[in-house]
């Protein structure tokens, strides 16, 4: 089943999508990544297909980035998010060929590792690893893994996160230079993606149909923004993400 036939296998399928895609950017909108941690691994264990869910949660979260980058425009640090985009741009047509040749099966059991580590790094050794504000290396190394993890994944976040707590910014400054640095990113895959030929009209339907689910994620994560205990929801997610992440591992083990 693909993303597309979701209303097509009755309201429960359709409610589940819709929770997921929610609870993605309620997380999203909130401390300012991890949707797709949360959205792209759950649809992808529920569903697989990820060639055509990594393009389309990408077009859900685009709003929500541009209404945050919009509205807090003046905290944007200009000097480092060109700097991180031109590093990352090769790397997201490049991770882009590998979604769209690989097969499906290996990239999912790929996407396990890849989220348990990042649910294991949160939960355990976030506040254990502190990078200092460093030059050019980390910005290329940053680059290149968010480039990779996001065109293949939609996951770009885990390198951008050590990055931005090099740099010591305040909660809502490191929420804004995330999504907007997301954004950026975002407009370019799209614009890969389509040039690679992921985007159809279904999809755009599909898109549609989700945007008020994406869109009350929105509202509820930015309203949660300044009200919950981040330590306790982002250990929550945590464990959210190592249990996914480990169902994809076992239901894609290729031995």
């Given at each position: 089943?693909?993303?597309?036939?979701?209303?097509?296998?009755?309201?429960?399928?359709?409610?589940?999508?819709?929770?997921?895609?929610?609870?993605?950017?309620?997380?999203?909108?909130?401390?300012?990544?991890?949707?797709?941690?949360?959205?792209?691994?759950?649809?992808?264990?529920?569903?697989g297909n990820l060639d055509l869910?990594?393009?389309?949660?990408?077009?859900?979260?685009?709003?929500?980035?541009?209404?945050?980058?919009?509205?807090?425009?003046?905290?944007?640090?200009?000097?480092?998010?060109?700097?991180?985009?031109?590093?990352?741009?090769?790397?997201?047509?490049?991770?882009?060929?590998?979604?769209?040749?690989?097969?499906?099966?290996?990239?999912?059991?790929?996407?396990?590792?890849?989220?348990?580590?990042?649910?294991?790094?949160?939960?355990?050794?976030?506040?254990?690893?502190?990078?200092?504000?460093?030059?050019?290396?980390?910005?290329?190394?940053?680059?290149?893994?968010?480039?990779?993890?996001?065109?293949?994944?939609?996951?770009?976040?885990?390198?951008?996160?050590?990055?931005?707590?090099?740099?010591?910014?305040?909660?809502?400054?490191?929420?804004?230079?995330?999504?907007?640095?997301?954004?950026?990113?975002?407009?370019?895959?799209?614009?890969?993606?389509?040039?690679?030929?992921?985007?159809?009209?279904?999809?755009?339907?599909?898109?549609?149909?989700?945007?008020?689910?994406?869109?009350?994620?929105?509202?509820?994560?930015?309203?949660?923004?300044?009200?919950?205990?981040?330590?306790?929801?982002?250990?929550?997610?945590?464990?959210?993400?190592?249990?996914?992440?480990?169902?994809?591992?076992?239901?894609?083990?290729?031995?």
């Open positions: 089943m693909t993303p597309f036939e979701f209303p097509m296998h009755g309201i429960g399928t359709f409610a589940l999508v819709g929770v997921i895609v929610f609870l993605g950017q309620v997380v999203y909108s909130s401390i300012g990544f991890g949707a797709a941690l949360v959205s792209i691994s759950l649809l992808s264990l529920f569903f869910i990594v393009p389309f949660f990408l077009l859900l979260c685009l709003p929500v980035e541009a209404w945050v980058s919009l509205r807090d425009w003046k905290q944007l640090n200009f000097s480092s998010t060109w700097k991180i985009l031109l590093a990352m741009s090769p790397f997201l047509v490049a991770g882009s060929f590998f979604l769209k040749h690989v097969e499906d099966g290996r990239l999912l059991f790929l996407m396990g590792i890849v989220v348990i580590t990042t649910g294991i790094y949160y939960l355990k050794y976030e506040k254990k690893l502190h990078i200092k504000r460093a030059g050019p290396w980390l910005t290329l190394l940053t680059g290149a893994g968010s480039g990779l993890l996001g065109s293949l994944f939609g996951m770009s976040g885990p390198p951008l996160v050590i990055y931005y707590q090099s740099l010591s910014l305040s909660k809502s400054e490191f929420r804004v230079a995330l999504i907007s640095i997301f954004f950026g990113m975002g407009l370019f895959r799209a614009a890969v993606y389509s040039w690679m030929g992921f985007y159809s009209v279904p999809m755009i339907h599909a898109v549609l149909l989700f945007l008020p689910f994406s869109l009350c994620g929105l509202w509820l994560g930015n309203f949660m923004h300044h009200k919950i205990n981040e330590a306790h929801f982002r250990k929550g997610i945590s464990i959210l993400l190592t249990l996914s992440g480990l169902l994809l591992v076992l239901k894609h083990c290729p031995i």
